[in-house]
């Protein structure tokens, strides 16, 4: 189309002009336009070459559709893990927009679980932005709600998540209670007259074009508008290229607007900001457990990491008097000053203070105990409970933003998770497994299941499940791949610990490392260092690697 516009602009150009120099002008130009856009090679810079990258090392991907829409160039991405559909990932611009997978699941659906455990009686729902739909799954999967409204500017993307809700029984948007509006989500809530008891939204991150002014203190005073009282507002944060100012300026105009505004963490660095039009409680804790009383609901639950409703407590960061001090001296964002947003890709020492902050599981425990938001929401025994999480989620918050103590391997917080809860999903976690991982698993037929990489996932399910026994088998079986035979005999021999066992781990430990740590062994004699997780293991357990080597 471009080479067809171009001849007839020449075309055009010989016609009129008399002059050769502009002709050849004309004509070079566009020679050269051609050379710099060559028309397969935009396909592959603009959707190929980003899309690839996104794609985890240990996946393949393959492009479903692509689609140019009025608005965007929507890609749909499909990761694959052993030849079977993993997560669908959305990508507009050849930015990458959101995912199924379960670390985005995880933040999505907690925008809706959290409401719904402490309100009351919540009717009718509005979702702006409608992404992957994971958060509108969430809806549709609560049956107490009678109507859920959906607002996005984007019709194509509506229709394209048919890339990830195949089954027609399963897509959100079929739920007879849903109502779509094509409609852009600020101009929406300037012109409808309803009100709501939820309303839920994931906008683009704000540093993104264009997107700003949903993230301002006007467009949260419409937000409150459209409550009803008792209401409540679940909102995206992302941290992911924003400097401190920028955060504390979001912060702000919410606060500004909410009273009794909140953060609280989702997964890594997507946080949750939450505010209410005067909710009152606290709820029965029938009202807070009625989730998990859902086989639907707490299955997804579980596979998030929330399978407890108690682990809904340690999510908290701080409520409104907690961020009214952190933000203090920050301007909030406001529509005439969008500038107050600023993208940063050098290093951010603000935003790492504040994460500092906002991980440091002592301090959020002891704010948890003593907010009034939370006194007045959170059922009395709940809370207490609540306490008792907060070194899980400690863990959890150390895996996913790297700040574990120098030294100390998963291993520890992985046997500590085992033996002082009845947790499944975080063990898999630490392992590196997860829940879509463990549904691929599942499903495998009896031949692809003997695969190496099958057994270390299904071990790691079974070790999660304090099944040990087979965990062993499984990982025996592993050990056949030779990219996962240091993990899986790692694994092997703590199962045999916890199994017991300790005098067999041994005497595996001496004939299957003797020879290497000898070669690893100094000139001197010098013994070489033991791994964090074999220095673990000898502490804990007794097992040490370098029982079969000379003295030095």
Known sequence: ??????????????????????????AALFGIGMLIF??????????????????????????????????????????????????????????????????????MKLFVYWPLAVHSDPKD???????????????????????????????DILEMNDNVYEDPNEHPLNDPRVRVYIEDGRYYLQTTPQSYDLITAEPPPPEIAGVVNLY????????????????????????????SMSIKAILRAFCNVF?????????????????????????????FYRQWQDPVVSRELSDLGFERPEQLGPLFIGDADYLKEI??????????????????????????????????????????????????????????DSLAYFTFQDILNRHWFGLREQGLPV????????NSSSLKTLPLWLMGSNADYQRIVREADPETEKDPMMQIHMAMRHIADRAFDPAVTALSRAEAD???????????????????????????????????????????GERPPLSPFWSWMKAARGIDPLAGLDPP
């Not at 669908?88 to 995880?106: E, Q, V």
């Not at 969008?338 to 002891?366: F, N």
């Not at 291993?411 to 085992?418: E, G, N, P, T, Y």
């Open 125 to 155: 729902a509005l979702l702006i932005s409608y992404g992957v739909g994971s958060t509108a799954k969430a809806l549709t999967d609560s049956k107490g709600l009678q109507q859920i409204d959906v607002v996005d500017i984007s019709e």
């Open 1 to 26: 189309m471009a080479a067809l516009y171009g001849i007839i602009a020449l075309l055009l150009i010989i016609k009129q002009t008399k002059t050769p120099r502009t002709t050849y002008a004309g």
């Open 411 to 418: 291993i520890a917080d992985l046997d500590r998770v085992l």
């Open 327 to 384: 933000t203090q001296g920050a301007p909030p964002l406001v529509d005439n000053f969008p500038k107050r947003i600023k993208r940063s890709s050098g290093p951010r020492l603000g935003l790492v203070k504040l994460i500092e902050q906002w991980v440091d599981i002592s301090a959020a425990q002891a704010r948890f105990m003593k907010s009034p938001f939370i006194k007045r929401l959170w059922p009395e025994r709940v809370r207490q």
């Open 482 to 524: 030779p990219r996962l035979k240091g993990d899986a005999f790692n694994y092997k021999i703590y199962a045999l610990t916890q199994l017991g066992k300790r005098k067999e781990a041994q005497q595996l430990v001496a004939s299957e490392m003797t020879e290497f740590l000898k070669a690893q062994q100094g000139k001197d």
């Open 216 to 243: 301002t203190q006007e467009y949260f005073q419409l937000l409150y508008d459209r409550l009803k009282e008792g209401g409540m507002v679940t909102y995206w944060l992302p941290l992911h290229a924003m400097d």
């Open 38 to 107: 060559p028309a397969g090679d935009m396909e592959k810079q603009h959707i190929l070459v980003p899309s690839q990258r996104l794609i985890s090392p240990n996946h393949t991907g393959e492009i479903k559709e692509v689609r140019e829409g009025l608005l965007e160039t929507i890609t749909y991405l499909e990761e694959q893990w052993q030849n079977q559909p993993l997560a669908h990932r959305l990508i507009t611009n050849s930015y990458s927009m959101s995912s199924t997978d379960f670390r985005s699941r995880r933040y």
């Open 259 to 287: 009273e009794d505004c909140s953060l609280w963490h989702g997964q890594w660095l997507d946080l949750m900001i939450v505010g209410t039009r005067n909710a009152k409680g606290p709820v029965s804790e029938e009202v």
